[in-house]
Structure formats: structure tokens, C-alpha cells
């Protein structure tokens, strides 16, 4: 085991995972990751690319204990994974590609953004709570003032910074971040991506993040995985990988840049 793994927030080892769709002769079976081998250490950005179908969004439901592979190992800050909400609450977090996926629509921002805390610090009493959601919203660049604003009454931009400060209020060790900044325009993409790179660097989070982008892949992540049909091709460090991908599949990517 390498020593980057031995103290990794998320490690896969041998992950397999199938999906059988269809009846009679249209029956089939795909597998959607083949042995796939991983692993995020503390403060590091792991990019995942790969085309459509891939199996992208099925490493990221591995990776949040969302979906149990069918075969290897997955653990989450040295332990076995667990399906359970409780015990992973907290640890892990996600900031999807459209935040009114995290965000209820009917719902102040404020609550949205505490309520992550409701599950993993019930030693906060409310009052606590809705100060360290002002301090999270701070944090992500907006006015606390926010807290009371609904999801329809802000920018694209400013709702991803509302879903990553809903990740990051439990102080969570691993966030994946699944075509986070896909659906925003180039300018703010950037801003997002200045920001994720920031509150790493303080909070030292572990991260998996999925894109397609492989431009913004290249300016958040420390190292890329390429998953090709389910293979993990290449794992290689970022400015490597950019300079000389060696995988042909890797190198096919890159052209289409
Ligand atoms: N629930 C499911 N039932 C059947 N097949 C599935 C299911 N989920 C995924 N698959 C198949 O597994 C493979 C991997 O899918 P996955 O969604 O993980 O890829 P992806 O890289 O995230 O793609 P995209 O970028 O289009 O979201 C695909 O062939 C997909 O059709």
C-alpha cells in the first residue's frame, strides 16, 4: 500500500460494479466500474474524467456510500464504508451540477445550508447552528443576509456558493464534487473553482472531483483518473498528465480539448 493510501479520506480497491437492464434476449449486463483502484488523501484533488457513460456517477454513488459495489473494498477514512446516513454524516459531502439538487426550492437558504447540522451536531442548539451558517456563508464570499433569501432569488453562481458552504458547515474530511460547476458560465466557473482551491487549502477536505470539463479538471485537480468504460486507465499528476497523458484513450481526450 502506497503512503498516500495508508492515510487516504477515501480509498477503492477492486470496486466493481454491474448493472443488468432489459428481459429475455435484450437482457444485458454492463459493468459500470471494472476493479477500479483508488484513493484521495487529505487536502488533495483527485479530477475523474472520462466520457459520457464511463461510469463517472457511479464512482461518485461508491464514493458517498450511496451504492454498495458488488465487489472490492471501499473505505472511508480507514474504516469500511458504511450505507448507514449516521454514521457517514458529516464526514461526507457532496456539491452536485444543479444546486436546486441540494437546495429545496421552498426552502430560506439558510435552512438548506444548516441542515446538514441537524444531523451531524445536535450539540449545536439552533441558535448556534444559524450563527455558523452565517459564518459559512461568509465564508463562501455572500452577505449573511443571504440566510433569509430563497434559491429562485439568487444567481447561478451565488446558488453553488450556497451548496458548497451547505458541504463544507459540518467541516466534512471528503467532498465529491459531481459536474459541480458544469452548468455555470465560463467567468463564474472560475470563480467557483478560485474558491473550492481556497477553502481547501484552509479546511484541507479531500476531494473527488468529476467533470467532463477537462479545463476546469485541469485548474482544481492535484491528479487525474481516467476512467474508460469502466477501466480506471491512467492515474497520473495533473501537470503530467496534461503534458504527456499515456493511456491512447487519455491522449484521444486531450485532442479534444
Ligand atoms: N441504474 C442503471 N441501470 C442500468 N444501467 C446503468 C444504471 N446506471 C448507470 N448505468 C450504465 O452504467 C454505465 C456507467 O454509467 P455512469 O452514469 O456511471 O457514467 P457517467 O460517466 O457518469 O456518464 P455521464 O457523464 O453521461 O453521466 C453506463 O453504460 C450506464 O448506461
Known amino acids: 500500500m502506497s503512503v498516500a493510501a495508508e492515510n487516504a479520506v477515501l480509498e477503492m480497491r477492486g470496486v466493481s460494479v454491474s448493472f443488468t437492464s432489459g428481459a429475455g434476449a435484450k437482457r444485458r ?12 488523501a487529505p487536502g488533495e484533488t483527485l ?12 464512482t461518485a454513488a461508491v464514493a458517498l456510500g450511496l451504492r454498495a459495489p458488488d465487489s472490492g473494498d471501499v473505505r472511508l477514512l480507514g474504516r469500511p464504508m458504511s450505507r448507514s446516513r449516521r454514521a457517514t454524516a458529516g464526514k ?12 429545496n426550492p421552498r426552502r430560506r437558504v439558510g435552512e438548506s445550508v444548516r441542515e446538514p447540522l441537524t444531523v451531524a451536531r445536535r450539540d449545536l442548539d439552533r441558535e ?22 430563497y434559491p429562485h432569488e439568487l444567481s447561478g453562481g451565488q446558488r453553488q456558493r450556497v451548496s458548497v458552504a451547505r458541504a ?8 465529491v464534487f459531481d459536474e459541480a460547476v458544469s452548468a455555470l458560465d465560463v467567468a463564474v466557473q ?4 478560485a474558491l473550492i482551491r481556497e477553502l481547501q487549502q484552509q ?29 480506471l486507465v491512467e492515474t497520473a499528476g495533473t501537470a503530467q498528465f496534461f503534458a504527456a497523458p499515456s493511456h491512447p484513450y487519455s491522449q484521444q481526450l486531450l485532442e479534444t480539448l
Open 190 to 193: 472560475m470563480q467557483i473553482l
Open 128 to 149: 448556534q447552528q444559524r450563527t455558523r451558517v452565517g459564518e459559512m456563508l461568509e465564508h463562501v464570499g455572500l452577505n449573511p443576509g443571504f440566510a433569509d433569501r
Open 203 to 231: 479546511h484541507r477536505f479531500g476531494a473527488l472531483f468529476i467533470s467532463h470539463d477537462l479545463g476546469a479538471v485541469q485548474r482544481v485537480a492535484d491528479r487525474v483518473a481516467v476512467l474508460f468504460r469502466g477501466d
Open 92 to 103: 461526507i459531502q457532496a456539491v452536485l451540477q444543479h444546486p436546486h439538487w441540494s437546495l
Open 29 to 40: 449486463t454492463v459493468r459500470a466500474m471494472n476493479e477500479v483502484s483508488l484513493s484521495v
Open 168 to 175: 463544507l458547515v459540518t467541516e466534512p474530511r471528503f467532498i
Open 47 to 58: 479530477g475523474l474524467v472520462g466520457e459520457s457513460g464511463s461510469g463517472k456517477t457511479t
